[in-house]
């Protein structure tokens, strides 16, 4: 590591074209990183603490089983936020409804926060990278009075902020506020964040399709043809392609941004409307995409584009090196490969 610059200098120093007050963008900047910084101590221990590992036995609202872990990392990651004030609600994928603060101070809060705790669940107990990922707006109802459901159901293009937390062979906080990406790797021995990926632009073209494959059946035969052309020999085309699918979306994803790559969560047979949720997973993957120079689609257009109707719903997913996600699009309008 050349420059020894940490995330809150960066933040200080290197956002001036954030349209908004810096303090309240650090202050919650603030919490995300302490309540990863927590999760990244507690999960580095999980398979030691019967407290963190396995299920709690309880559903979330999707009807999936609650990890404890899930559970625990909602928790922080909502005191962390509702601390500081600059917040007046959160929806987080574990909590059915959203979290409207009505004390004094939080009603002044100007944002709002859509959180996936832990994504990547079914991970943990083997050990394999699993991640945080959130998404920022600012309210649209009146400041000094508890947010509304508007607040929380803008367009994807409304964020003023997004990221992720990936804990995996180290831990990395990646984030945009609109201008550019960075990426920033934890030191866990003196509890700091460095600026490690400066600029983190997604090469054009890659050679990396992630998919969960086990579900061709329920595929379209649109998506069908598509992992056929993946898997043809052309050499012009650096194909075959190499498949590549960790089963958490920001493991897989952080890996095609650096390297390269396509994923797809198509909608199917199996899951009508996709799997993924469009408000705290989709939504800022896809700003985080599109600000790396990548393309984030449900098939027709940007996932930024689409209008919220509910906090929980899904949508189909294709992200990635913009090269590879044009040829989808081409396949999924069906024009010739
Ligand atoms: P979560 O752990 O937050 O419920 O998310 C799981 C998601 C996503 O992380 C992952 O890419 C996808 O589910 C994997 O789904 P399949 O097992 O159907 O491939
Ligand atoms: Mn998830
Ligand atoms: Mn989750």
Redesign the pocket.
């Known amino acids: 590591m050349q420059n020894l610059i940490t995330l809150g200098e960066f933040i200080i120093k290197n956002q001036q074209d954030f349209p908004y007050a810096k303090g309240q963008l650090t202050r919650m900047f603030n919490a995300i990183t302490l309540a990863s910084k927590v999760m990244n101590s507690q999960i580095n221990k999980a398979g030691l603490v019967d407290e963190l590992m396995g299920k709690v036995g309880t559903e979330n609202v999707q009807g999936?089983e609650q990890k404890k872990l899930d559970v625990y990392a909602n928790k922080i990651f909502i005191n962390a936020l509702k601390a500081r004030n600059e917040v007046c609600g959160i929806a987080s994928?574990e909590e059915e409804e959203t979290i409207i603060f009505e004390n004094e101070a939080s009603v002044n809060g100007k944002y709002i926060v859509l959180i996936?705790p832990?994504?990547?669940?079914?991970n943990i107990e083997v050990n394999v990278s699993i991640g945080t990922v959130f998404a920022i707006y600012r309210r649209i109802s009146p400041v000094g009075k508890p947010a509304i459901l508007e607040d929380f159901l803008q367009t994807g293009r409304q964020q003023v902020a997004a990221g992720y937390v990936i804990f995996g062979s180290s831990t990395m906080l990646v984030f945009t506020t609109g201008n550019g990406v960075n990426g920033f790797t934890y030191d866990p021995s003196i509890g700091v964040f460095y600026l490690s990926h400066p600029n983190i632009k997604i090469p054009e073209d890659g050679n990396i399709y992630s998919i969960?494959e086990g579900n061709s059946a329920y595929f379209s035969d649109d998506i069908k043809t598509y992992i056929d052309y993946c898997k043809e020999i052309d050499a012009d085309t650096n194909r075959p392609f190499t498949g590549r699918y960790i089963?958490?979306?920001i493991a897989?994803l952080h890996r095609n941004i650096l390297k390269g790559g396509i994923y797809l969560?198509p909608d199917s047979k199996k899951s009508p409307q996709g799997?993924?949720r469009l408000l705290y997973e989709c939504n800022p993957m896809a700003f985080l995409i599109e600000q790396a120079g990548g393309i984030a689609t449900d098939g027709h257009q940007s996932i930024l584009d689409l209008k919220p109707t509910d906090i929980h719903q899904r949508t189909p997913f294709y992200a990635g090196s913009t090269e590879m996600v044009k040829v989808l699009q081409d396949v999924l309008t069906n024009q010739s490969t």
């Open positions: 999936e994928e996936d832990i994504d990547g669940s079914s969960n089963g958490s979306m897989d969560y799997k993924l």
